[in-house]
């Protein structure tokens, strides 16, 4: 009878150990930047943030069968219940019953500055599709746009 082989060690050897070491320092000198800097995600925030002010207002002259005017500036985007965007009767926010506006982080500039409303039928008036543009001067921050169609006023990207 023959010895019986004895049963191999389970576990990393210790070339296998520096290779994952290795590839996770890689990993993390590659993607940590991107945690780091938060202002990509804040500017992201900010477009979609802008771009559901729109929509609500949209939505919410529809609901209300009167026109609301969204109000565009180098500081922020807000929606209102009159025409005058310089001593606005802000739309109260559906959640935190604050100001129905948005604010974009430093680096951030929104064009073309003015204001536009929407019908009672949802539609921009002057009947002509808008494009509000968001640029920004942060690294690998691509400029975004929020489109209002001009016949039905569906706010997209």
């Keep these: 009878m023959s010895p019986r082989p004895l049963a191999r060690r389970r576990g990393f050897t210790l070339p ?12 993390a000198v590659v993607t940590a930047p991107r945690f780091i800097s938060w202002k990509g995600f804040a500017s992201r925030g900010f477009y979609d943030e802008a771009q559901a002010v729109v929509r609500y207002a949209q939505k919410t002259a529809i609901a209300w069968r009167r026109s609301i005017v969204v109000c565009v500036s180098a500081t922020e985007i ?3 219940s009159n025409i005058d965007c310089a001593a606005p009767v802000t739309l109260m926010h559906p959640t935190t019953g604050g100001e129905l506006k948005s604010q974009p982080p430093a680096g ?14 949802g539609r921009p008036v002057p009947n002509a599709a808008v ?11 691509p400029a975004r746009q929020i489109v209002v169609a ?3 006023g569906y706010v997209s990207r």
């Design 16 to 27: 296998e150990l520096v290779m994952v070491i290795v590839v996770i320092g890689i990993l």
């Design 150 to 152: 001009s016949e039905t």
């Design 131 to 141: 494009t509000i543009t968001l640029t920004s001067t942060i690294t690998d921050d």
């Design 78 to 80: 807000r929606a209102i």
């Design 108 to 121: 951030v500039t929104l064009s073309p500055v003015g204001s536009f409303s929407f019908d009672a039928l």
